[in-house]
Nanobody, 124 residues
Framework: QVQLVESGGGLVQAGGSLRLSCAASGRTFGNYNMGWFRQAPGKEREFVAAIKWSGDSTYYADSVEGRFTLSRDNAKNMVYLQMNSLKPEDTAVYYC?????????????????WGQGTQVTVSS
């Protein structure tokens, strides 16, 4: 079993940066592919980015490609989402999630474990 705790959210002006962290517990963390999703008020949860268990493959939503960078440190059981050039439309609760499947990393229903989320608010 994997437990996930996100941190690093907050309020930032448009154009600014934030780094979200996801701390994972469990000895099998290195086996899991990790993803970030976000949910804005009144909207469905959407895929943001995913990274393979080995760290050698990443996948990004078109809306964040080139602005967000996802990385992981398996030795520390950590995943990091560096968010640059933030826009007001990036405002949402961001969730970290874990899955053993890499077939469809954008599909939230394939993720087994989820964190509680961290709020990101980007002001214009």
């Amino acid at each position: 079993q994997v437990q996930l705790v996100e941190s690093g959210g907050g309020l930032v002006q448009a154009g600014g940066s934030l780094r979200l962290s996801c701390a994972a517990s469990g000895r099998t963390f290195g086996n899991y592919n990790m993803g970030w999703f976000r949910q804005a008020p009144g909207k469905e949860r959407e895929f943001v980015a995913a990274i393979k268990w080995s760290g050698d493959s990443t996948y990004y939503a078109d809306s964040v490609e080139g602005r967000f960078t996802l990385s992981r440190d398996n030795a520390k059981n950590m995943v990091y989402l560096q968010m640059n050039s933030l826009k007001p439309e990036d405002t949402a609760v961001y969730y970290c999630a874990a899955t053993l499947s890499w077939l469809h990393p954008t599909r939230s229903n394939l993720y087994t474990y989820w964190g509680q989320g961290t709020q990101v608010t980007v002001s214009s």
